[in-house]
């Protein structure tokens, strides 16, 4: 059996990347949970139209439009975080 050493670093983040790291790493979370979420109601629209069911169909459809919008929202948020971070600003 061939033996694997692994080195372990430390990484130390200073306030303002360790606050831009959280900040991105919450921003990833919330993509994903809004992908999820659309993903979800638009399979929910397939199915109530399957069953005929018009009213869940639209309200399923609403969902996934409103999700849909809060991605851009969301991206547009990381983004601005992004450039104050670059910009050595983190003050809102």
Known sequence: MSR??????????DERTGEAYRARMAADDLRRIEEEVKQEAEAS??????????RRSV???????DFDQAEGRTERIADDAEARREN???QS
Not at 4 to 13: G, N, P, R, S, T
Not at 45 to 54: A, I, Q
């Open 59 to 65: 309200e399923a459809a609403e969902t996934a439009f």
């Open 45 to 54: 629209v397939e199915d109530f139209d399957d069953e005929g069911d018009e």
């Open 88 to 90: 050595g600003n983190t």
């Open 4 to 13: 694997i050493d692994i080195l372990e670093e430390d990484v130390v983040l």
